[in-house]
């Protein structure tokens, strides 16, 4: 069955359809060298999920923090501290993104206080991005301390806000999103170079953070 109105025909499903061939393309090719033909394929997948939320009419905000994970995805699908750094600004934005939409969309901070199970869930979030950020500030440079402190923030923001709504496919894409950044930090900063957890761990974060971004996306979007 087709999450949309149609068949595998119809606009909206053959556009999803693309997005996880695109993702499985970008998943078999993960361990190899970089190339732009990865790199196309990484962006793809999530920029065509931007383009199914335009095209069905899903919120701006929504297109626009999926655009910029896209922008993010083709940063961090090549080498260096540059690509980093333009990958972190890009999901950076895209989180901020993300906060406006939740919050516009949800029923307030209020709502972590009136249901315990949200706000057990902030706390375990809060705790998780106290210890990561810990952990991260004694292994990174000092130039990356200040940009890095300021992404987890924002990650955290939005699993807040996320946490405010009333979809479960928006809070569990949010947890999902920032479990898999989780992931990244740990084997990009933490892990020794040639740890055997690193291959694993990166098949592990693009599965976690493209399910986070379809469950998202799925989340505002009308089937």
């Given at each position: 069955?087709?999450?949309?109105p ?9 556009t999803?359809l ?6 499985a ?5 993960l ?6 033909t990865r790199?196309?394929?990484k962006?793809?997948a ?12 899903g ?14 995805d083709a940063?961090?699908?090549r ?14 934005a895209g989180?901020v ?16 206080g ?9 706390l ?21 301390r200040?940009?890095?402190a300021?992404?987890v923030?924002?990650?955290?923001a939005?699993?807040i ?5 009333g979809?479960?496919?928006?809070i ?11 992931l990244l930090a ?8 040639i ?13 976690l953070?493209y399910v986070?971004q ?10």
């Amino acid at each position: 069955m087709m999450p949309f109105p149609g068949g595998i025909e119809a606009n909206a499903n053959a556009t999803l359809l693309f997005s996880f061939v695109a993702a499985a393309i970008y998943a078999f090719a993960l361990d190899m060298p970089p190339k732009w033909t990865r790199t196309a394929a990484k962006t793809l997948a999530v920029a065509l999920l931007a383009v199914l939320a335009a095209m069905q009419g899903g919120p701006l905000l929504l297109v626009a923090a999926l655009g910029l994970s896209a922008i993010g995805d083709a940063f961090l699908s090549r080498d260096g501290e540059k690509a980093f750094l333009g990958g972190l600004t890009s999901f950076l934005a895209g989180h901020v993104a993300y906060v406006a939409l939740f919050a516009r969309s949800g029923g307030g901070l209020r709502l972590l206080g009136a249901e315990s199970w949200r706000g057990a869930i902030a706390l375990a979030m809060a705790a998780f991005s106290v210890v990561m950020l810990a952990a991260l500030w004694r292994r990174v440079g000092p130039q990356l301390r200040i940009p890095i402190a300021v992404y987890v923030a924002a990650i955290l923001a939005m699993g807040i806000s996320a946490l405010t709504t009333g979809s479960a496919w928006v809070i569990a894409g949010a947890v999902l999103f920032i479990a898999s950044d989780g992931l990244l930090a740990t084997e990009r900063f933490l892990l020794a170079a040639i740890s055997p957890q690193r291959l694993w761990m990166r098949y592990a974060v693009w599965m976690l953070y493209y399910v986070a971004q379809l469950a998202i996306t799925l989340g505002f979007l009308p089937s």
